[in-house]
């Protein structure tokens, strides 16, 4: 019998139980609960149903149209702020980044509810406008989250490479287009990592919005109430298929491994 | 001067949509307003309420109590969890980052109720001992400590610790005196994060919080659907002192950041 040595290497083994037991089995339990009925059988009923329901699909329609929109809004106010900030007129007052991502350590409850009563006083009634508010919800929610990532990269991008486009005749829109944009794709694509998952799922932005319409999220959080576990682990699973194909997608497009900057402090 | 002037107001708008609500909701937490636009006059009844009312006090010791908890556990176990990943085979160390990226990357909804179906629904345990809720925020956070430790690995000497052993000291010792002391700053900002997202997480308590247990956010999430306008107000007063807590803890961080940069120097 060999004794047991303490080596460094052996202070992973609690972690990686740990991850083990409370990550992966989780969503191994979930999917098979998302393909079995409520006796326990395998079933692929509550699958079919998911995708044959016009409401469902609604529903996923819906969320994939949101985060879009918001990922988008989102990208365009947060590339001029992180280039101003990492290029232009601020570019030597590194801490005015943290005024900007400062937001996000603010308990987003909190935040939205500041939000909701400023939306309130403007436009009277927030029925009116439900899906404009959620937009505006998320988009304050989310912002900070897309700054820093682009600030990142831009900041590490080399000033002499702009310099060598201006010097090489490259006129400001040029440099932009072929020098500047492609080189910040990974902040780019970290920074909608950032937003767009959480666009499809947080239906908490909604709800206090007063918008009744529900994302993908929503529909977790109304089968949990009603206690309908394998439909709710359905949609759990799906969402799961979704996030795994968009990780996929995005590790291939940023090849950038440090990319995810989410409540760093 | 046109260019300067533009980049100016982009700035500034932007900082006005991220700080307006908040500012003037903190103004109005310190008027007997019942809503943003009333003229009231000064009173501090929010903040009287906040701490004098039973259900408002133990919702934000329990959350500050949990986050604590959570950021304590994610961080021995994130740390641990790095350091002897960093020092493991490449196989076992691809594995530890594999699953580590999970959390990271999926939605705090399908984490949330995966815990629950898994330790709830199947393992059949009680929501009350809080077990699940801690559980499930440790999965979410722990990978982020985990992220902010192995930089400061990569970066440290690591003939010190042989040296260590050279001189006699045990692989504890060593590790202890020699390893822990170099990536304190890695271990220090993990804690901090693991705190954040446990006073921001809403999703994951929703899922598996034991019943009569509130957060600042599931607390601020009902009582947005409710009408009580004491509770509503007295919120407005909390969310006051958030900001100020965290613009404080911010502008703290970033001086004692630049002495130590002086120090340096």
């Not at chain 1, 009634?125 to 959620?134: D, G, I, K, S, V």
């Not at chain 2, 982020?144 to 690995?153: A, E, G, K, Q």
């Amino acid at each position: 019998m060999n004794k047991f040595h303490f080596d460094r290497k052996h202070l992973t083994i609690p972690y990686l139980l740990y991850l083990a037991v409370f990550v992966v089995v989780p969503l191994l339990v979930v999917i098979y609960y998302g393909f079995t009925d409520s006796e326990g059988h395998i079933s692929f009923t509550n699958f079919v149903a998911f995708f044959c329901n016009t409401k469902t699909m609604g529903t996923l329609l819906y969320s994939l149209v949101l985060a879009i929109i918001v990922t988008i809004i989102c990208l365009l106010l947060a590339y001029p702020v992180a280039y101003i900030l990492a290029k232009g007129e601020y570019s030597r007052k590194h801490s005015f980044l943290m005024v900007f991502v400062l937001p996000m350590w603010i308990n987003f409850t909190l935040r939205v509810t500041a939000l909701k009563e400023i939306l309130t006083l403007l436009e009277g009634n927030l029925a009116f406008h439900p899906f404009l508010n959620t937009v505006i919800g998320m988009v304050y929610d989310f912002l900070p989250f897309m700054i820093m990532p682009l600030y990142n990269a831009l900041t590490k991008l080399d000033n002499s490479m702009i310099e060598a486009s201006r010097d090489l005749g490259a006129n400001g829109r040029q440099t932009f287009l072929k020098v500047i944009l492609p080189l910040s794709v990974p902040g780019i694509i970290s920074g909608i990592t950032m937003v767009f998952l959480p666009a499809m799922t947080n239906y908490v932005v909604l709800d206090m919005v007063y918008n009744s319409t529900y994302i993908m999220g929503s529909l977790i959080g109304s089968y949990f109430s009603s206690y309908d576990w394998n439909n709710g682990s359905l949609i759990s699973a799906v969402l799961l298929i979704l996030i795994g194909l968009f990780t996929i997608l995005t590790n291939r497009m940023a090849g950038d491994k440090d990319s995810r900057e989410r409540g760093r402090v | 001067m046109m260019k300067k002037l533009l980049q100016h107001g982009f700035i500034y708008l932007v900082l006005a949509f991220l700080y307006l609500p908040i500012l003037i909701l903190a103004f109005y937490s310190f008027t007997d307003a019942t809503m943003i636009g009333q003229v009231r006059g000064f009173s501090l009844d929010n903040y009287v309420t906040l701490f004098t009312k039973d259900e408002l006090i133990s919702m934000m010791l329990g959350t500050v109590l949990l986050a604590l908890g959570v950021a304590l556990l994610s961080t021995i176990l994130g740390t641990l969890g790095a350091i002897g990943a960093f020092y493991s085979k490449k196989g076992i160390r691809g594995t530890v980052e594999l699953l580590n990226e999970i959390p990271i990357v999926n939605a705090d909804v399908v984490t949330g109720f995966s815990v629950c179906i898994f330790l709830i629904v199947m393992c059949h345990m009680d929501k009350g001992t809080f077990i699940p809720l801690v559980v499930a925020q440790t999965a979410l956070c722990a990978p982020f400590v985990y992220l902010s430790i192995t930089p400061r690995l990569k970066m440290m000497d690591h003939s010190l610790y042989e040296a260590a052993l050279d001189l006699g000291c045990k692989p504890r010792q060593a590790l202890m005196k020699v390893v822990i002391p170099q990536i304190r700053p890695g271990i220090v900002s993990g804690f901090m994060t693991a705190i954040t997202l446990s006073l921001d997480d809403y999703f994951i308590a929703t899922y598996t919080k034991p019943a009569t247990f509130d957060t600042i956010s599931t607390y601020v999430v009902n009582a947005t659907r409710g009408s009580q306008t004491e509770i509503k107000t007295a919120l407005w007063a909390l969310s006051a002192i958030l900001f100020i807590v965290v613009v404080g803890s911010v502008v703290y961080m970033n001086i004692s950041a630049s002495r130590k940069g002086e120090e340096r120097a």
